[in-house]
């Protein structure tokens, strides 16, 4: 029975005689179009056929087999066909089920290299049929799918509302190969928002047979269309139409949907998105880009970068599902399971100390009108600082807490942040009782396996013990389990964090190092740290050099030095200073920190980086953990 709605469809045998039982004003009916004819009956046909191939069965013999059976029916059909057109007649499958992927020319370099058609990189997704790309973990990334259509296309037509040097350096390598053998590129974007960089639109000029069109109107023209189209001679045209702009976040791991389109499957598509391409290429909306405008399009940026600015305001911090997950997994191992001896392992940047916080706020709700005294153990003052001021928002207390470390000392002795160190050098198993603290948080709990934690964990009996690691493996191979029950009581590990769209993917530009390093010792698992200084260092020019690679690489992958924040992680002290000179010499900023530098640089050094006074930090043995500076990774817009 024909259910209430919609339809389009062609109208059988079968659909009639239902149809036929049902009166005139309940049905409309309307012949085919005569341009639209050959399409909407080839797709009932192919329909048609589809179908009857799926439900061929295997075959007892070779000569009955499903594949030889699918062909005999496909190529009658074309036997049919061909009496139509005379030109159908070869249209025949020849031998088995093949299809053809590759052919090069003749002089292609490739061939000269010693490779083959075969050899020869092709996008993931099918070329004949169309798909969708949903930024999921296990489909291609959207760049590494358009580095392989570069390889193969003739011509290039992008429509993007922001070009930015994270994304367009994914693919530029690839680009600069395209265009240097003659491909033809064109760019449309625009100067809305100011989120279009410089660099990336200048790169782009700089490459040969590329036109940029670019529209500085941003009152009348928004344009939010992304499309990227690869045209082929041999028809096989692909085009992504999507969410994504050329941008890391979009192209890389961003929520983004984009549909890829094929010549083959909606050829009428692909050439209403080639005509609207050209129609916008040839509006006065849009302006040839060239060198000498550099000036006019920085202003604009610049102008819309200014446009809707906002305060900052004071918000209520509220878990995160995957953190209020992980609190309740908590709850359930004191309540079910009666274990108040837990380890949360949660990959850095998920908010381990954020957990922490609102696990303590629920152990004083439980425990009204009782002190509920906290030691939270870590050991840098960096860590405790940045721990304390968490809990005093999420406590919504800012004179919640106190400091014993360094110079600090508590007044009260309730809620105390103190470094391990200084727990150890003051003997304080000597003088408070086991069950003194009722809340105890071990930070960076893998070090919970090292001496100097040992003796607290052991003497200390509080209500509730709570380890926090990312890194629950120890290299030494001494376990933290034994602290915490021998289990680990909830977890989202890095690459959980990163499928779930929490974290950022890593992204490694691995630089070869143009030191020769042969020569140099290697002891318990790695160079010589002295002779490695030395040679970093007091090598001359082979140091210098070197310093020049790394800064040259620096200025290469950036986007802006102007909005350049970094850490250098170097080999020693004399190192350190070493690169800090080098930059500063070179224009760019830097100071040098170690575990000597005094809490006062310490401050300095980390509130002149976030102003932009100062460009890289070049550290030893600092900032390898517990590291809470959110202007290192600016957010990248799509």
């Given at each position: 029975m024909l259910r209430s709605g919609l339809y389009e469809q062609v109208i059988s045998q079968a659909l009639h005689r239902e149809l036929a039982e049902l009166p005139k004003e309940r049905k409309h009916i309307e012949p085919l179009d005569a341009a639209e004819a050959p399409q909407v009956l080839s797709e009932y046909v192919a329909g048609a056929v589809r179908a009857a191939l799926e439900a061929i069965p295997e075959g007892t013999h070779e000569a009955e087999s499903q594949e030889a059976r699918r062909l005999e029916l496909v190529n009658a059909v074309l036997d049919v066909l061909a009496g139509a057109r005379e030109d159908l007649g070869d249209r025949a499958v020849e031998g088995k089920a093949e299809r053809l992927l590759q052919v090069l020319s003749e002089k292609d370099p490739r061939l000269l290299g010693g490779k083959e058609a075969r050899d020869v990189p092709r996008p993931e997704t099918p070329m004949a049929s169309s798909s969708l790309f949903t930024g999921a973990a296990r489909e291609p990334k959207l760049f590494t799918e358009f580095q392989r259509e570069i390889q193969s296309a003739d011509r290039i037509d992008m429509l993007v509302s922001f070009v930015k040097w994270s994304g367009l350096r994914l693919i530029y390598e690839d680009l600069e190969r395209f265009t240097k053998r003659g491909g033809q590129l064109r760019v449309i974007t625009t100067s809305y928002l100011g989120v279009t960089e410089m660099r990336a639109v200048e790169a782009l000029a700089t490459l040969p047979n590329t036109h940029i069109r670019i529209s500085y109107d941003t009152k009348r023209t928004r344009l939010h269309a992304k499309t990227y189209v690869f045209f082929r001679e041999t028809g096989f045209t692909t085009a992504y139409v999507g969410s994504s702009n050329l941008s890391d976040a979009a192209m890389s791991d961003g929520l983004e949907w984009n549909l890829k389109l094929t010549a083959m499957d909606q050829g009428d598509m692909l050439r209403k998105i080639g005509a609207t391409f050209d129609g916008y290429w040839c509006s006065d909306e849009f302006e040839d880009y060239i060198p000498e405008d550099r000036g006019r399009l920085a202003k604009a940026l610049r102008g819309e970068r200014m446009k809707g600015v906002r305060p900052d305001f004071v918000f209520e911090i509220r878990p995160y599902p995957y953190q209020q997950a992980i609190l309740e997994q908590l709850r359930a191992e004191r309540e079910v399971q009666g274990s108040y001896r837990n380890l949360v392992v949660a990959a850095t940047g998920t908010g381990k100390t954020v957990i922490?916080?609102?696990?303590?706020?629920?152990?004083?709700?439980?425990?009204?009108?009782?002190?509920?005294?906290?030691?939270?153990?870590?050991?840098?003052?960096?860590?405790?600082?940045?721990?304390?001021?968490?809990?005093?928002?999420?406590?919504?207390?800012?004179?919640?807490?106190?400091?014993?470390?360094?110079?600090?000392?508590?007044?009260?002795?309730?809620?105390?942040?103190?470094?391990?160190?200084?727990?150890?050098?003051?003997?304080?198993?000597?003088?408070?009782?086991?069950?003194?603290?009722?809340?105890?948080?071990?930070?960076?709990?893998?070090?919970?396996?090292?001496?100097?934690?040992?003796?607290?964990?052991?003497?200390?009996?509080?209500?509730?013990?709570?380890?926090?690691?990312?890194?629950?493996?120890?290299?030494?191979?001494?376990?933290?389990?034994?602290?915490?029950?021998?289990?680990?009581?909830?977890?989202?590990?890095?690459?959980?964090?990163?499928?779930?769209?929490?974290?950022?993917?890593?992204?490694?530009?691995?630089?070869?190092?143009?030191?020769?390093?042969?020569?140099?010792?290697?002891?318990?698992?790695?160079?010589?740290?002295?002779?490695?200084?030395?040679?970093?260092?007091?090598?001359?020019?082979?140091?210098?050099?070197?310093?020049?690679?790394?800064?040259?690489?620096?200025?290469?992958?950036?986007?802006?030095?102007?909005?350049?924040?970094?850490?250098?992680?170097?080999?020693?002290?004399?190192?350190?200073?070493?690169?800090?000179?080098?930059?500063?010499?070179?224009?760019?900023?830097?100071?040098?920190?170690?575990?000597?530098?005094?809490?006062?640089?310490?401050?300095?050094?980390?509130?002149?980086?976030?102003?932009?006074?100062?460009?890289?930090?070049?550290?030893?043995?600092?900032?390898?953990?517990?590291v809470d500076i959110p202007e290192l990774t600016l957010p990248a817009s799509k």
């Open positions: 922490a916080a609102f696990d303590y706020l629920s152990f004083r709700r439980s425990h009204p009108g009782d002190t509920c005294r906290l030691l939270f153990v870590a050991h840098r003052e960096e860590i405790l600082r940045q721990s304390m001021l968490t809990f005093q928002g999420v406590l919504r207390d800012v004179n919640f807490g106190e400091l014993w470390v360094g110079n600090h000392r508590p007044e009260r002795a309730e809620h105390i942040f103190a470094s391990v160190q200084t727990l150890n050098v003051q003997a304080i198993w000597n003088r408070l009782s086991a069950d003194y603290f009722d809340y105890i948080v071990v930070d960076e709990g893998h070090h919970a396996a090292a001496d100097s934690y040992g003796e607290i964990l052991r003497y200390f009996a509080p209500k509730v013990l709570l380890g926090l690691t990312a890194t629950p493996e120890r290299m030494d191979g001494r376990s933290i389990l034994p602290f915490f029950n021998h289990r680990i009581a909830a977890q989202i590990r890095l690459p959980e964090a990163i499928d779930r769209k929490l974290l950022c993917p890593f992204q490694y530009f691995g630089v070869s190092d143009t030191v020769d390093l042969d020569e140099l010792k290697w002891t318990r698992g790695g160079y010589d740290r002295q002779e490695l200084s030395q040679i970093y260092t007091l090598s001359g020019a082979v140091a210098r050099n070197r310093a020049d690679h790394v800064l040259m690489n620096l200025e290469k992958y950036a986007s802006d030095m102007d909005d350049v924040k970094a850490l250098g992680f170097c080999v020693s002290v004399e190192h350190a200073h070493f690169m800090a000179e080098h930059f500063c010499r070179a224009g760019v900023p830097s100071i040098a920190l170690d575990g000597r530098s005094g809490d006062e640089a310490r401050r300095s050094a980390r509130e002149r980086l976030i102003n932009g006074d100062v460009k890289v930090i070049f550290t030893v043995d600092l900032y390898n953990e517990g």
